[in-house]
């Protein structure tokens, strides 16, 4: 079996998003931001990544009322998916945690 496990620690970026898929299955889409410090010669710089993380069922009823500012360590996978752009751009892709 392969494992693709990933631990996101952070701060959400925006209320989370709630909404009910069909067939009464709840799914929550929560914007996550870290930030790595790191030092480049006598200064300090930061970087920060945005991340997309869906959660479903009972954990995504969990997370519906979590508030921008939140602090959060979510456990989970990394999913990939691309997408084309409606206007003629490079092709897209996205990093998804679930």
């Known amino acids: 079996m392969f494992l693709n496990p990933v631990i996101l620690n952070g701060f959400t970026g925006k209320d989370a998003k709630h909404s009910k898929l069909p067939g009464s ?3 929550t889409r929560i914007s996550l931001a870290t930030r790595k410090r790191y030092r480049e010669g006598e200064q300090w710089k930061e970087k920060t990544q945005w991340h997309d993380c869906v959660v479903y069922g009972a954990s995504a009823d969990f997370a ?3 508030a921008k500012g939140a ?3 979510i ?3 990394l999913t990939y998916r691309e997408y084309e752009r409606s206007r003629p751009v490079l092709d897209r892709s996205r990093c998804n945690g679930q």
């Open 25 to 27: 299955r709840s799914v």
């Open 64 to 66: 519906a009322n979590i």
């Open 71 to 73: 602090h959060l360590a």
């Open 75 to 77: 456990e989970g996978e």
